[in-house]
């Protein structure tokens, strides 16, 4: 199991709102903290991984479970 620093629930949310809850935490994070990020939109992994390459984080695992989508991930 990954350790985390902050988690994140965006269960319901639909996009942009999953990818800016995400932003928000970054934010307040340290660099190399893990945040994990609980989203039930089925596009968040598209929004994500764009974001986590352009932005230089690390999209550590994402986690398929029926109509969830867990996504860890580490700032730069």
Same mark, same amino acid.
């Given at each position: 199991?990954?350790?985390?620093?902050?988690?994140?629930?965006?269960? =319901?949310? +639909?996009?942009?709102?999953?990818?800016?809850?995400?932003?928000?935490?970054?934010?307040? +994070? #340290?660099? =190399?903290?893990?945040?994990?990020?609980? #989203?039930?939109?089925?596009? #968040?992994?598209?929004? %994500? =991984?764009?974001?986590?390459?352009?932005? =230089?984080?690390?999209?550590?695992?994402?986690?398929?479970?029926?109509?969830?989508?867990? %996504?860890?991930?580490?700032?730069?």
């Amino acid at each position: 199991m990954i350790e985390c620093s902050v988690e994140v629930d965006a269960s =319901g949310l +639909m996009c942009p709102l999953p990818l800016l809850r995400l932003k928000k935490a970054l934010n307040n +994070m #340290a660099s =190399g903290e893990i945040v994990k990020v609980i #989203a039930t939109d089925p596009a #968040a992994h598209l929004d %994500f =991984g764009v974001y986590v390459d352009q932005a =230089g984080h690390v999209l550590i695992e994402v986690v398929r479970h029926d109509n969830s989508q867990i %996504f860890y991930v580490r700032k730069k």
